[in-house]
């Protein structure tokens, strides 16, 4: 008696099988595409008249642990943190910030020639950096900030020890004007600048 209707419960399960299989894209979570973004400070000032004739090597930034990935690190709350597996530095944070800084103070004319860190050529002076921040903080919707903190040290090794002759810190929080990932990273952009400003300003001083 029972046979016809497990014959036909057999027929509705096997044809419903063959379409989830010929359907099966389509069942797929689709997720978002992954966008690399790359944060540049555009150096638009006059060169130095005169420079040193010191040679500076940048050396490989440091960069805080929470930090230190490519993807973008986003503050929620006082202690809450996100990171973002779409949207992300082109390249890791330490080799940006090292090039971007490289570039800027070879611009300056600050001092004869800046060196990378994998140059073998001999400087008079080095260089280096610690990033202390790096995160868009959206723990507030009406004042969105791109924050980016950067500790610097310049050495001399024109003395039989390494010399430290300048050191100081730098934040900078950028308003933004919305969520979008490319919003944060122009604002990064802006806060370098600021940041690498305010630094060639002091190291201009002194060699005064």
């Known amino acids: 008696m029972n046979r016809p209707h497990v014959s036909f419960s057999l027929r509705f399960g096997t044809a419903l099988a063959a379409a989830l299989l010929a359907g099966g894209c389509s069942l797929k979570k689709q997720y978002p595409a992954k966008q690399t973004f790359l944060v540049e400070a555009r150096r638009t000032g006059d060169a130095h008249a005169s420079s040193s004739p010191g040679v500076l090597r940048v050396r490989n930034f440091q960069v805080a642990a929470p930090f230190e ?28 910030l090292t090039e971007q800084t490289r570039q800027w103070l070879g611009a300056s004319s600050l001092f004869r020639f800046v060196l990378g860190s994998g140059s073998n050529a001999d400087a008079t002076h080095n260089l280096e ?8 903080d959206y723990r507030e919707s009406a004042s969105r900030q791109a924050v980016l903190a950067v500790e610097f040290f310049l050495t001399s090794e ?8 300048f050191h100081k810190s730098y934040r900078q929080e950028i308003p933004l004007e919305d969520r979008a990932p490319e919003s944060l990273a122009k604002g990064w952009g802006k806060a370098l600048e600021q940041i690498l400003t305010a630094l060639e300003q002091d190291l201009a001083k002194l060699s005064k």
Request: glycine share 12%; charged share 15%; proline share 2%.
């Open 69 to 96: 990935g490519k993807g973008f690190v986003y503050r929620t709350s006082e202690l809450g943190y996100q990171t973002d597996f779409y949207h992300e530095f082109l390249v890791a944070p330490r080799a940006l």
């Open 129 to 136: 950096g610690n990033v202390l921040a790096l995160f868009g």
């Open 158 to 165: 024109q003395s039989t020890s390494l010399e430290i002759i």
